[in-house]
T-cell receptor, first 114, second 114 residues
């Protein structure tokens, strides 16, 4: 299957700082990338959908000014958690899709906000 | 409201036996259903996709059935091995179309004992 990478794999930051997470599709061009969040013992929850060159669409309850998404190219999308707080601590996972019914997930980024 | 339910209790089976996991959904008319494997601290890995007009799909030791009348999918692993131990997630496109916006079940953890 296709390969999707995320960087960093884990990050610890102080409350109030911003954290950027990168998602790259390594061997295919992703027309659409998705960002999910997973809290312990819970399922993945879709946060937003991004298409290259256009603004991301956010799911209900997800603050677009807090979770900034940039999809600058067909192989790179970034999620920036601005002014992070402890409740933002979670496992953030991206997926990339050439065809939307076939998504390849990244390995995830674990964020801990102190 | 739309719901996807998987048996939240862990499934413990003996090596060599067949594991059967269940995914039930309500208030959906999905065009397809997907199954993923997720290991601790990792992103989901795509296993199988079954479309609404398909009753059954197989891939090596894996078999998925899809009953749109019962609104249920069954996921079978035959000749199970300890390496099959993981959490298995079912997912649906949240629309009747193909947006790629997946709703995940909470997952069933499978433990295969040698």
């Amino acid at each position: 299957g296709a390969v999707v990478s995320q960087h960093p794999s884990w990050v610890i930051c102080k409350s109030g700082t911003s954290v950027k997470i990168e998602c790259r599709s390594l061997d295919f061009q992703a027309t659409t990338m998705f960002w999910y969040r997973q809290f312990p013992k819970q399922s993945l929850m879709l946060m937003a959908t991004s298409n290259e060159g256009s603004k991301a669409t956010y799911e209900q309850g997800v603050e677009k000014d807090k979770f900034l998404i940039n999809h600058a190219s067909l192989t790179l999308s970034t999620l920036t958690v601005t002014s992070a707080h402890p409740e933002d601590s979670s496992f953030y996972i991206c997926s990339a899709a050439g065809r939307v019914e076939t998504q390849y997930f990244g390995p995830g980024t674990r964020l801990l906000v102190l | 409201s739309q719901k996807i339910e998987q048996n939240s209790e862990a499934l413990n089976i003996q090596e060599g036996k067949t594991a059967t996991l269940t995914c039930n959904y309500t208030n959906y008319s999905p065009a397809y259903l997907q199954w993923y494997r997720q290991d601790p601290g990792r992103g989901p890995v795509f296993l199988l996709l079954i479309r609404e007009n398909e009753k059954e799909k197989r891939k090596e030791r894996l078999k998925v059935t899809f009953d749109t009348t019962l609104k249920q999918s069954l996921f079978h692993i035959t000749a199970s091995q300890p390496a099959d131990s993981a959490t298995y997630l079912c997912a649906l496109d949240r629309s009747s179309g193909n947006t790629g916006k997946l709703i995940f079940g909470q997952g069933t953890t499978l433990q295969v004992k040698p």
